[in-house]
């Protein structure tokens, strides 16, 4: 019951909040102009996750007494104020990613990690130094990943809302109700700002927002189940943001293969890959959206099973269907050195 209060006041006040972030951001001069990386043809407010950040605050301040949960969403703070000052400055690669590297170190130190990795099929564990270590990377890559397809209208809005309905229901499964009110408060939120932000969009929601959803999804995504399960531990993060790290992964490998820094911007994302193959923006987000379904559905499913065994197998193979249909459709060529 309190997690549907949650729900239906975040969505109220996203719904309230982003017009007046949208006046703001016109007022202040935080809107995006379009270039050579960009799809949109005219300035558009880039602050929009200002209005669902608040949102999820003031609930989460309000119904949500966890401690957990108060320091995921100060590391989120910490990531948003990175993102909020490239909104307004358009920091350069470099400065920015240190910046990120910082808040997100900033987080693990105060207690946004897993104590304990168990790699599945072997008796090894990892802790201590080691597990900060690996806690600090996903939540850095998953971060910047979220950033990454924040390339078409409702895309990233759509697959956040999409990962953290998924996540809530294996929290309630799982009894961690804490994070059922904290993931209710996103999915209202981001669906309260989805209303101006679907195609045709009047606001983004801006590296501030991107950065913050895929930092709070990505400390959800191990806390909220590695704290419980230690079976399929390395497996589920993976699968339920199956494809920011998808679409990372691939732009990774497919800028040094071009012999490119891989952190070098570029309009050559999957999303905009889709739209060059004669897909429209809205095709585009549909097929996406499709592919995260069945991704969050997928850890739904590994979740309950709890089998290492089994839960490779379907993961393996989903991941296999998918490089193969998106191979099929030509979306994973790669200019000089070949293919992927």
Not at 104 to 131: E, H, M, N
Not at 200 to 207: E, V
């Amino acid at each position: 019951m309190m997690a549907l209060l949650t729900f239906v006041l975040s969505l109220i006040g996203s719904i309230l909040f982003t017009p007046w972030v949208k006046k703001i951001a016109y007022q202040v001069g935080a809107v995006d102009i379009p270039n050579d990386r960009k799809v949109h043809l005219k300035p558009i407010p880039r602050i929009g996750g200002v209005a669902f950040f608040l949102s999820i605050l003031i609930v989460n301040v309000l119904f949500n007494k966890s401690l957990i949960v108060e320091k995921i969403i100060f590391g989120g703070l910490l990531v948003f104020l990175v993102g909020l000052l490239d909104d307004f400055v358009e920091l350069k690669p470099k400065p920015k990613f240190w910046l990120t590297f910082l808040a997100v170190l900033i987080a693990v130190f105060i207690g946004v990690r897993v104590d304990v990795w168990r790699i599945p099929y072997t008796k090894i564990i990892i802790k201590g130094f080691w597990a900060d270590v690996i806690t600090f990377v996903w939540l850095l890559g998953i971060t910047n990943a979220m950033n990454f397809i924040d390339g078409l209208d409702g895309l990233a809005g759509g697959v956040a809302v999409i990962s953290s309905f998924s996540l809530l229901i294996i929290s309630l499964l799982l009894g961690r109700f804490e994070m059922a009110l904290l993931l209710s408060s996103i999915l209202g939120s981001v669906l309260g700002f989805l209303f101006y932000n679907f195609p045709p969009a009047s606001i983004f929601m801006g590296d501030s927002g991107a950065m913050f959803l895929g930092f709070i999804l990505g400390a959800i995504s191990i806390i909220g189940v590695l704290r419980v399960s230690t079976i399929i531990n390395l497996f589920f993060p993976i699968v339920v943001l199956g494809f920011p790290v998808l679409d990372t992964a691939f732009s990774i490998i497919r800028r040094l293969l071009e012999g490119r820094a891989p952190w070098k911007y570029d309009k050559d994302h999957l999303h905009h890959r889709f739209l060059r193959i004669g897909m429209k923006t809205e095709q585009s987000i549909a097929f996406i959206y499709l592919i995260t379904i069945c991704m969050s559905l997928l850890a739904i499913i590994i979740s309950l099973l709890q089998d290492p065994y089994i839960s490779a197998i379907l993961l393996f193979g989903t991941l296999f269907l998918i490089l193969f249909i998106l191979k099929k459709l030509g979306v994973l060529e790669v200019r000089r050195n070949g293919k992927v």
